[in-house]
T-cell receptor, first 110, second 115 residues
């Protein structure tokens, strides 16, 4: 498998439910970032977690990082229809390039 | 809220032609990047640029590609002789100075279609 793989590939939930997306990676990282992409649009930065951090919150978003398992999760609480988008994790290393995963397509049904 | 802006939003070009994609990064950003996303695939790193020179490039970024920041404002990606497989969304990104733990901010992209 490749650096920055998300699962599930697709997730469909009802408005108000929580959505959890997972990301796994292979190499050492400086940070891990989560991005959102609406169809045909650019990537919107959501949250960055450093390699020495274990958990971070931003509004309805909660990100965890387990460097021993080389994995991260993004939790969106109390989801809304407007949260429908693709979500990508991206790992940052010392070279500063980002390596993206395949993404999770989240659909929140009203 | 400052934004990264990219022009054009959509570029249609004949195979073999040169194309220049333009980006205006956020003014206090010092590191600049180009990524591409082929339809249905993941976002791929092309090149990073700092202090008026390339700092890192991927295997995709071959001799057909070049970048420059000619006037301290615009950041451009040139593809000299386009191929069909160059069709993709091209994203510009930038970040501030620091230890590398700053987010990269992306533009909305240029959809490049090669005919």
């Amino acid at each position: 498998s490749q650096q920055g793989e998300e699962d599930p590939q697709a997730l469909s939930i009802q408005e108000g439910e929580n959505a959890t997306m997972n990301c796994s990676y292979k190499t050492s990282i400086n940070n891990l970032q989560w991005y959102r992409q609406n169809s045909g649009r650019g990537l919107v930065h959501l949250i960055l977690i450093r390699s020495n951090e274990r958990e971070k919150h931003s509004g309805r978003l909660r990100v965890t990082l387990d460097t021993s398992k080389k994995s991260s999760s993004l939790l969106i609480t109390a989801s809304r229809a407007a949260d429908t988008a693709s979500y990508f994790c991206a790992t940052g290393t010392s070279g500063s390039r980002l390596t993206f995963g395949e993404g999770t397509q989240l659909t929140v049904n009203p | 809220e400052p934004e990264v802006t990219q022009t054009p939003s959509h570029q249609v070009t004949q195979m073999g032609q040169e194309v220049i994609l333009r980006c205006v990064p956020i003014s206090n950003h010092l590191y600049f990047y180009w990524y591409r996303q082929i339809l249905g695939q993941k976002v791929e790193f092309l090149v990073s640029f700092y202090n008026n020179e390339i700092s890192e490039k991927s295997e995709i970024f071959d001799d057909q590609f070049s970048v420059e920041r000619p006037d301290g404002s615009n950041f451009t990606l040139k593809i000299r002789s386009t191929k069909l497989e160059d069709s993709a969304m091209y994203f510009c990104a930038g970040r501030r100075q620091g230890d590398g733990n700053q987010p990269q901010h992306f533009g909305d992209g240029t959809r490049l279609s090669i005919l």
